[in-house]
């Protein structure tokens, strides 16, 4: 059973950083990413890993993300981990671990069959 879970939010300083980190998914998924929601706005996606098969570790961002945001794997603790720097008040809101089967890659949230929780970052002005 893929059962996601996600941990490390918390309240930040600007220009801090955080590190999320996301638990419960096997082998039977190929993707788990990382998306972004703000109250009144649209879940988006920040990044994204293959988890498994040939291209195991290879990795995928929003235009937004790239340059401040890194996804990895953690194989020791079997976890997605999501390096957060420069961070700043429009980062705030509810992040979620998500996970698919397939080949496709995408940061778009309906395409992905697993959730999450959530995890809180606040990121103060």
């Known amino acids: 059973q893929v059962q996601l879970v996600e941990s490390g939010g918390g309240s930040v300083q600007e220009r801090g950083s955080l590190t999320l980190s996301c638990s419960g998914y096997?082998?039977?998924?190929?993707?788990v990413t990382w998306f972004h929601q703000v109250p009144g706005k649209k879940r988006e996606g920040v990044a994204g890993?293959?988890?498994?098969?040939?291209?195991?570790?290879?990795?995928y961002y929003a235009d937004n993300a790239k340059g401040r945001f890194t996804i990895s794997l953690d194989n020791k603790k079997n976890a997605v981990n999501l390096q957060m720097d420069a961070l700043k008040p429009e980062d705030s809101g509810m992040y979620y671990c998500?996970?698919?089967?397939?080949?496709?890659?995408?940061?778009?949230?309906?395409?992905?069959?697993?959730w999450g929780q959530g995890t809180q970052v606040t990121v103060p002005h």
């Open positions: 998500a996970a698919k089967a397939g080949y496709r890659a995408t940061l778009d949230a309906p395409d992905y069959s697993y």
């Open positions: 890993i293959y988890s498994s098969g040939s291209v195991r570790g290879g990795t």
């Open positions: 096997d082998d039977s998924v190929m993707h």
